[in-house]
C-alpha cells in the first residue's frame, strides 16, 4: 500500500509559476513510477506527465510540453510538478499517482495508487 498527499496547489494569475508536491509513505517509493494528472470539471481525468523510478526518464502531454516538469527525490519520498507560465485552461484539480509497473504509462487506469488531489485555480 501507497498513501500519496498532494500539496502546493492555489489561486495563481495567468503568466505565474506554482510548484506541486506529492509525498509518498508506505511502500519503497522509488519502486514506483509516478504520474501527474488533472481534472476539469464536466471534463475526463487528463495526463500531464509521468517520471520514471530513477527520475531520468520523463514524459509529458502535449497541452503542458515545454511549461511543466516532473522531478522526483527518492530520498525525501517526493515527487514535484514544477508548473511555469500557467494558464486558465491549466485550472484543474491534480492529482498524483503511483504505478508499480516498470514503464512509463499515460494510461490512468494502470496506476495502483492515487492522491486525494489538490485544485490549482488560474485567473485570467
Known amino acids: 500500500q501507497v498513501q500519496l498527499v498532494e500539496s502546493g496547489g492555489g489561486l495563481v494569475q495567468a503568466g505565474d509559476s506554482l510548484r506541486l508536491s506529492c509525498a509518498a509513505s508506505?511502500?519503497?517509493?522509488?519502486?514506483?513510477?509516478m504520474g501527474w494528472f488533472r481534472q476539469a470539471p464536466g471534463k475526463e481525468r487528463e495526463f500531464v506527465g509521468t517520471?520514471?523510478?530513477?527520475?531520468?526518464?520523463?514524459d509529458y502531454g502535449n497541452s503542458v510540453k515545454g511549461r511543466f516538469t516532473i522531478s522526483r527525490d527518492n530520498a525525501k519520498n517526493t515527487v514535484y510538478l514544477q508548473m511555469n507560465s500557467l494558464k486558465p485552461e491549466d485550472t484543474a484539480v491534480y492529482y498524483c499517482?503511483?504505478?508499480?509497473?516498470?514503464?512509463?504509462?499515460?494510461?490512468?487506469?494502470?496506476?495502483?495508487?492515487w492522491g486525494q488531489g489538490t485544485q490549482v485555480t488560474v485567473s485570467s
Open positions: 499517482a503511483a504505478d508499480a509497473r516498470y514503464t512509463l504509462t499515460r494510461r490512468p487506469g494502470e496506476y495502483d495508487y
Open positions: 508506505g511502500r519503497i517509493f522509488s519502486r514506483y513510477v
Open positions: 517520471i520514471n523510478r530513477s527520475g531520468d526518464m520523463t
